[in-house]
């Protein structure tokens, strides 16, 4: 909720009076989303967690491409009522944006065909957001835009602080691509290294432990109860399991060890983390025969529940997803290159996502292990990716077609300084909703949210710095060819 508010606030603060159509379209959009998912009975997971993320994400940036397509349309005098109607029209904002919603939509499309599981309740969360996001941001808002404006209202589409801010910017972004392709093939190379040496922190989903089902005499808060487990065995998962003082507690601790005694040992250890919840001068041994309906009513060993299955499913997903985007936008752009530059941006953002973790699970202060959840957070990195270099590209495109006598640099750079108010805004507002679940949302999730924040700040960055710079070098011939 609050960071719902937060994106609210900025949107207002930014826009002005269009933001607060915006935000009520936002609003709607949620509706729907929730509205839908209710309708076919969803289970709400941590993977569709990280779905409706990057859908509040894309609902908020189709509203902000056509707000600074509006804008350039006022800057350029042409009228209010006729920047409006550019501004959402197929020349206008209209293209970038069903553009970069297909990408997102085939992607989801080939992961519920081809993934089981998480990925299969992610690409569904997707796929529905994507279709309520469109209908909200291009109905809803041109509605509430178009009532306003038949009333004879003026409509600003800025603040006093925001007008004409990011308006005369021209950042030269190419001479800066071998800074960029070295920053990144650093963190690339460091990330490999440590995967193949240290791995990743497999959780429990990978690898399979011990399961152990546990009653109280009171209901149990699942996080508290967490806390204490994770002190003892240092990764453990507590979920309720029919009333709220049943919890099922799950660990991978010395999971390669079958004997009797570490079996002991491990049931020890749960009785030590748990005893400060168990009613006073309860023993072991009451604990462990669930002596007065209190203690462990069931124990077992968990197989690892998504381990090559659903890992092949995974990469194949990925990869069709991949090759469909790829032949998407060749399609959209008539040049390989461009479908290069996303597809090289996606494999950039996902290695240094990777790498990042493989890295820093050893000291961040927090659980990082590789589950659904994170198979999901990966998904949503993509997914974002695509979103934010198709923009890039489709300005890109339009500037190739006005600009005939430009040099191919030059439109390149002036296509990036253009869009870097949207690209900005866009990011900013991911990130606020993602810092503020991490700050203030529980333990649980804050592993899958810490793997969203670098895939949104790794994205937006290749977009500009990667995915770009490789299109125009496999493209740099271009100039010569026309002259």
């Known amino acids: 909720m609050l960071a719902i508010l937060l994106v609210l606030v900025w949107m207002i603060v930014y826009y002005g009076r269009a933001g607060v159509y915006a935000n009520i379209a936002l609003l709607v959009n949620i509706l729907f989303l929730f509205g839908i998912l209710a309708s076919f009975n969803a289970v709400l997971t941590l993977p569709g967690i990280a779905g409706i993320i990057l859908t509040i994400g894309m609902s908020v940036d189709a509203n902000v491409i056509i707000f600074e397509r509006i804008k350039e349309g006022i800057f350029k005098k042409k009228g209010l009522k006729q920047s409006v109607q550019e501004g959402f029209s197929i020349k206008g904002a209209l293209s970038a944006i069903i553009d970069a919603n297909i990408t997102s939509l085939l992607t989801g499309v080939i992961l519920y065909v081809f993934g089981t599981g998480p990925i299969k309740g992610f690409a569904l969360t997707l796929i529905i957001g994507i279709l309520t996001s469109l209908f909200t941001a291009i109905f809803i808002?041109?509605?509430?835009?178009?009532?306003?404006?038949?009333?004879?209202?003026?409509?600003?589409?800025?603040?006093?602080?925001?007008?004409?801010?990011?308006?005369?910017?021209?950042?030269?972004?190419?001479?800066?691509?071998?800074?960029?392709?070295?920053?990144?093939?650093?963190?690339?190379?460091?990330?490999?290294?440590?995967?193949?040496?240290?791995?990743?922190?497999?959780?429990?989903?990978?690898?399979?432990?011990?399961?152990?089902?546990v009653r109280f005499a009171k209901d149990m808060n699942t996080e508290e109860v967490k806390t204490a487990l994770n002190d003892v065995f240092n990764s453990a998962e507590v979920k309720t399991i029919g009333s709220a003082n049943q919890l099922k507690i799950s660990t991978k601790y010395k999971v390669d060890e079958n004997s009797a005694e570490v079996d002991q040992e491990v049931q020890q250890k749960l009785y030590e983390a748990l005893v400060p919840f168990l009613p006073e001068a309860t023993t072991y041994n009451q604990f462990i025969n669930a002596e007065n309906n209190v203690g462990k009513m069931y124990s077992g060993k968990v197989s690892p529940t998504i381990a090559d299955d659903i890992k092949k499913s995974s990469v194949w997903a990925i990869l069709g997803s991949l090759i469909v985007v790829f032949l998407y936008i060749l399609l959209r752009f008539k040049k390989w290159q461009f479908s290069l530059g996303a597809v090289a941006a996606v494999f950039h953002d996902v290695l240094i996502v990777l790498g990042i973790f493989s890295i820093s699970w050893r000291f961040l202060p927090f659980s990082m292990e590789i589950d659904q959840a994170f198979i999901a957070a990966i998904l949503t990195v993509i997914g974002y990716s695509l979103n934010d270099t198709v923009v890039v590209f489709d300005r890109i495109r339009e500037y190739l077609n006005e600009h005939t006598s430009w040099k191919f640099e030059k439109v390149v750079n002036s296509a990036l300084s253009s869009t870097l108010s949207r690209t900005l805004n866009t990011s900013l507002t991911t990130l606020v909703v993602l810092l503020a679940m991490f700050t203030f949302g529980a333990d649980s999730l804050r592993g899958l949210l810490f793997a969203l924040i670098v895939g949104v700040l790794v994205g937006t960055y290749s977009s500009l710095f990667i995915a770009t710079p490789i299109m125009h070098d496999t493209l740099k011939r271009l100039d010569k060819k026309e002259k």
């Open 141 to 213: 808002s041109r509605l509430l835009i178009d009532w306003h404006l038949s009333r004879g209202g003026k409509l600003e589409f800025s603040t006093g602080m925001t007008k004409g801010l990011f308006r005369s910017i021209n950042i030269k972004f190419l001479k800066k691509r071998k800074i960029a392709y070295l920053i990144s093939g650093t963190i690339i190379i460091a990330g490999l290294g440590s995967l193949f040496t240290t791995g990743l922190d497999q959780g429990i989903d990978f690898v399979g432990g011990r399961t152990y089902t």
